[in-house]
C-alpha cells in the first residue's frame, strides 16, 4: 500500500493517492501514511527535480496530491492526536516588488518534502508581512527570495524591520534568488544563503542545528 | 482565472499537449538541431499554444487572448526590421535566416551591476567598439551611498544618473548617436522607467526599450503602461523573455515551444518592435547547458524561419570574465545562436551577478565572433558545441567566479591589463583549433 501510494504521489494523482489513502485507512495508521508512502515521496520527486529528471510541474502536481491526499489523513490524525514531526517552521515569500515566484515555490516545496512547516506568503510581500506572519505561526525562520538587483534591497529591509523591533536573534533569515550571493547575503546580515533552489534545506537544516533548534534529525 | 489555475489547468497541460502533438524529442547530442522541419514544428506549436493559452495579466487577473487570425494578420504585419540610433550611427536591425552567411547585428554590453565610478568607463569601452551597433548599459543600483530599490524614488533617479551616463560615455566615445537598447537597466518598475525616458536625460525614440513579462506568459499593469506610454511616443520597444528551464513549461521541449511564443506575445502584447530572449535552466542557473543551447537553437530557428523579426539573444556563463571557461562557454553559446539567425549580445559571466564583472573584452569577442564566424551552418556549429562542452560542461555547477573590471584593467585608459591579455590571445589559440575564427 504504501509504495502504491508512493506512486500516486509521484505521479501527481491526488485522486489516486487519496483513495488509496481511504480504502487504508481501517487498517494502517494515517501517521504511517504519512511517513512511510506521502514523505518519501515528496522527496524522491524533490531528488529528481535536483537531477533535472522531472520539472515544477511535475512538483506542483505532487504538492497537489499531498494536499488533497492530507484532506483525508488529517481529520483522522486529529482524531488520534497524532501529528506530523516537523523540523522547523518557516514563512517564506518573494520580497516586496518582486513578482518571481518559481525559485520561491520550489524551495517552498523543498521544505515542505524535507518535513518543515512552510507558510508561503506568495510574492510581493512587504518586510512587516513576513514578520507579521512568522509572529503569528511562531516560525523559526524566514526565507525571503529577490530575482532582480532593484528588489534585493527589500531583503535587507526584513533584518533592518526584525532589528528594529528587537526580534532579529528570534529567527533565522535565509535569502536567494538569482541575483544574491553570499556576499550580499553577508553585506546585509543574512543567516543564509542558497545558490540553488535545492540548497535551502541543507542550508536551513545546518542553521538549525547550530542554533540548537532543529526539531528532528 | 486564479493564476494558479492559469498554470496549473491552462499552461501546463497545453505546453503538454502540443509537445505530444508534434513529437518533440531533445537530444543532448544534437544540442543545436539543424532540421528545418523540427524548427517549423516549434514554431507551430507555439502558435497553437499561444492561441489557445494567451497572456495572463496579474493586475486583472484575466487572459488576454487573440484568434488564430489576429495572430496570423499580426505575424503578416509586425515589424521586421527596427531602426536604432541617430545620424552616422544609425543602424537597421533586420530578421535572419538559420545558417545565413551574413554577419548578425553585433549587440554588446551589459546591464548587469556596475558601481557609479566604473559605469561610464564601461560604456565608454563599448561605444569604442566599431562593429558593435548598438549597446546595453550598466545597472546601478546605488546613488551616491544609498541603494536603490524597485519602485522608490531612488530606482528612479538611478534610472536619471544612467541615462545621462550612457549617453556621455557614447558621446566621449566618438558614437553620439549610437542607440541604447536595454532601457531601462537600472529600473524594474514601470514608473521609473518612464519617468527616466524624459528626453531631458537623453533618451530618445530610436533607443531601445525592454518590456519584460514574467514567467510565464504573464504580464501586469506596470509592463502594460510601459507600452502605453513607449507605443504612444513611436519608441522602439523591445519583447524581452527569460523562459525558464525546468520551471512552469517543463523540459528543453516545452521550454523551447514557450520561448518561441514569446515571440506572438511580443507582437501582439507588447507592440514589440524587436525581441529579445535569455532562456535559463533553473538548475543550474546559466544558460549554456545542452538543454539550454537546445531551447535557445531551436525556437530561434522557428521564429528566424517563419516570422523574421529582428531577434537576438542573451546568454549566462556559469563562469566569470577573465577565465579561460567563460569563452569556452561563451563560444559555445554564440555558435549555436549564430548559426541559428539570431542577432548576438555578450554572454554574461558568473551569471550577471558579480558587480563590476562584465568586461569589454567579453564584448570585443562577441563582435570578433559574429564578424569571425560569419556562415557558420547548424551543424558545423553543433559539432564545435559538443567539442567545447567536453571542456566546460563537469565544472559547469561551480564555475569561476572570476575577476572584476578594476583588477584586470588600468582604469585610466580602460585598456587591458598584461595578464588579462595574455589569457585571451592563448584562449584564442585553443578556440582556433575547435575551428572558432574571430575577426
Keep these: 500500500m504504501f509504495e502504491a501510494i508512493r506512486g500516486a504521489i509521484i505521479d501527481g494523482s491526488g485522486a489516486e493517492a487519496s483513495r488509496i489513502a481511504q480504502s487504508a485507512l481501517e487498517e ?190 | 482565472m486564479s493564476v494558479k489555475d492559469f498554470d496549473m489547468k491552462v499552461f501546463i497541460p497545453k505546453v503538454r499537449e502540443v509537445v505530444k502533438k508534434y513529437d518533440f524529442r531533445f537530444d543532448p547530442k544534437t544540442p543545436c538541431p539543424w532540421d528545418d522541419d523540427l524548427a517549423d514544428r516549434i514554431y507551430q506549436a507555439a502558435m497553437d499554444l499561444y492561441v489557445d493559452v494567451g497572456t495572463y495579466c496579474t493586475s486583472t487577473e484575466r487572459v488576454i487572448k487573440f484568434t488564430r487570425k489576429e495572430v496570423e494578420e499580426a505575424v503578416y504585419e509586425c515589424p521586421k526590421e527596427a531602426w536604432f540610433g541617430e545620424g552616422p550611427d544609425r543602424v537597421v536591425f533586420k530578421g535572419r535566416k538559420p545558417d545565413s552567411p551574413d554577419i548578425p547585428h553585433c549587440h554588446v554590453g551589459s546591464g548587469t551591476n556596475t558601481t557609479e565610478e566604473v559605469a561610464l568607463k564601461m560604456v565608454e569601452a563599448y561605444g569604442r567598439i566599431t562593429r558593435a551597433k548598438t549597446v546595453s548599459i550598466p545597472s546601478v543600483t546605488q546613488v551616491g551611498h544609498l541603494k536603490t530599490s524597485s519602485g522608490s524614488p531612488m530606482e528612479t533617479l538611478a534610472g536619471i544618473n544612467m541615462m545621462r551616463i550612457g549617453r556621455e560615455g557614447l558621446r566621449r566615445a566618438g558614437r553620439p548617436g549610437m542607440a541604447i537598447i536595454n532601457h531601462m537597466s537600472s529600473c524594474a518598475a514601470g514608473i521609473s522607467t518612464v519617468a527616466a525616458s524624459h528626453s531631458e536625460f537623453g533618451a530618445r525614440p530610436s533607443d531601445g526599450w525592454l518590456v519584460a513579462p514574467h514567467a510565464e506568459l504573464k504580464i501586469d499593469y506596470s509592463s502594460l503602461n510601459q507600452v502605453a506610454f513607449l507605443n504612444s511616443w513611436g519608441a522602439n520597444i523591445g519583447q524581452e523573455a527569460g523562459p525558464i528551464l525546468g520551471g512552469y513549461a517543463g523540459g528543453p521541449e516545452g521550454t523551447a515551444v514557450v520561448t518561441a511564443a514569446y515571440a506572438f506575445h511580443g507582437i501582439l502584447v507588447a507592440r514589440a518592435t524587436y525581441h529579445l530572449t535569455y532562456p535559463i535552466q533553473i538548475v543550474p542557473v546559466c544558460s549554456t547547458t545542452p538543454g539550454m543551447i537546445f531551447v535557445v537553437s531551436i525556437s530561434s530557428q522557428a521564429i528566424n524561419r517563419n516570422l523574421g523579426v529582428p531577434y537576438y539573444a542573451l546568454g549566462y556563463a556559469s563562469a566569470g570574465s577573465a577565465t579561460k571557461q567563460y569563452f569556452y562557454e561563451a563560444a559555445s553559446y554564440l555558435c549555436a545562436v549564430h548559426a541559428s539567425g539570431m542577432g548576438i549580445e555578450d554572454v554574461h559571466p558568473n551569471k550577471a551577478v558579480l558587480t563590476n564583472g562584465a568586461l569589454p573584452i567579453d564584448s570585443e569577442f562577441t563582435c570578433a565572433f559574429g564578424h569571425g564566424m560569419a556562415g557558420l551552418t547548424r551543424k558545423e556549429a553543433n559539432r564545435i558545441i559538443l567539442r567545447l562542452m567536453e571542456k566546460y560542461l563537469d565544472k559547469i555547477k561551480d564555475g569561476p567566479k572570476g575577476r572584476t573590471v578594476d583588477q584586470v584593467y588600468d582604469l585610466d585608459t580602460m585598456k587591458p591589463k598584461d595578464e588579462l591579455l595574455k589569457l585571451y590571445d592563448e584562449t584564442v589559440r585553443e578556440l582556433r583549433d575547435y575551428g572558432i575564427k574571430l575577426k
Excluded: C
Design chain 1, 28 to 217: 494502517i495508521d494515517p501517521l504511517d501514511m504519512v511517513n512511510e508512502g506521502l514523505m518519501p515521496a515528496m522527496n524522491t520527486v524533490g531528488e529528481r527535480f535536483g537531477r533535472g529528471e522531472l520539472f515544477l510541474p511535475e512538483m506542483l502536481e505532487a504538492a497537489e496530491a499531498w494536499e488533497e491526499t492530507m484532506k483525508v489523513l488529517k481529520p483522522k490524525m486529529l482524531e488520534k492526536e497524532e501529528s506530523i514531526l516537523k523540523v522547523a517552521t518557516v514563512v517564506i515569500g518573494t520580497v516586496q516588488t518582486d513578482i518571481h515566484e518559481i525559485g520561491k515555490n520550489i524551495v517552498a516545496y523543498m521544505m515542505t518534502a524535507s518535513g518543515f512547516e512552510v507558510h508561503d506568503m506568495g510574492i510581493d510581500v512587504p518586510a512587516s508581512k513576513f514578520v507579521e506572519k512568522a509572529e503569528q505561526v511562531d516560525a523559526d525562520i524566514i526565507a525571503a527570495s529577490a530575482i532582480m538587483t532593484t528588489t534585493m534591497p527589500y531583503q535587507k529591509d526584513i533584518i533592518d524591520y526584525l532589528e528594529a523591533r528587537g526580534l532579529r536573534n528570534k529567527y533565522i533569515v535565509l535569502v536567494g534568488g538569482g541575483v544574491v550571493n553570499q556576499d550580499w547575503a553577508d553585506e546585509i546580515g543574512a543567516d543564509g544563503y542558497g545558490e540553488l533552489v535545492s540548497d535551502a534545506v541543507d542550508v536551513a537544516k545546518q542553521l538549525l542545528a547550530e542554533r540548537g533548534r532543529s526539531r528532528s534529525d
